[in-house]
């Protein structure tokens, strides 16, 4: 199965746009999307949200979203995988990163995974 993201709402609003470049069919929302969660959803919520929709976070939450992720997993709670972003990194380059993360990888790769983004 193809990779699908889920972009956090904290993150530049150009960022589906420029991945979308790369290949308009990749599946890709944002945080405030009408089939995403509401722009202000809790990690908690999103978390399970990630879990139901078979979404890998893309997110530089790496103040709350640490702790509400050792929770979920505490708790049974299964992600399809999580990308750090890392600071000072252009849209251009994580739009790339991600296309390439998603041309050559499956999602099922990424099950409880996180990782740095770029790596």
């Known amino acids: 199965m193809k990779i699908r993201f889920l972009i956090d709402e904290n993150l530049p609003l150009g960022l589906k746009p420029a ?11 944002r945080v405030g999307d009408g089939k995403a969660p509401p722009l202000g959803t809790l990690d908690p919520n999103v978390l399970s949200y990630l879990e139901l929709s078979q979404r890998l976070l893309v997110t530089n939450n790496r103040k709350s979203m640490p702790e509400h992720l050792k929770e979920h997993w ?17 849209i251009g380059r994580l739009a790339q990163e991600l296309f390439m993360v ?3 990888s ?4 990424w099950i409880d995974l996180t990782d740095w983004i770029p790596f």
């Open 74 to 90: 505490a708790t049974g709670g299964q992600i399809w995988g999580l990308f750090w972003v890392r600071p000072k990194i252009t």
């Open 19 to 29: 991945v979308l470049h790369f290949n308009p069919t990749i599946d890709i929302l």
């Open 106 to 109: 499956a999602a099922e790769e």
């Open 102 to 104: 998603w041309e050559t």
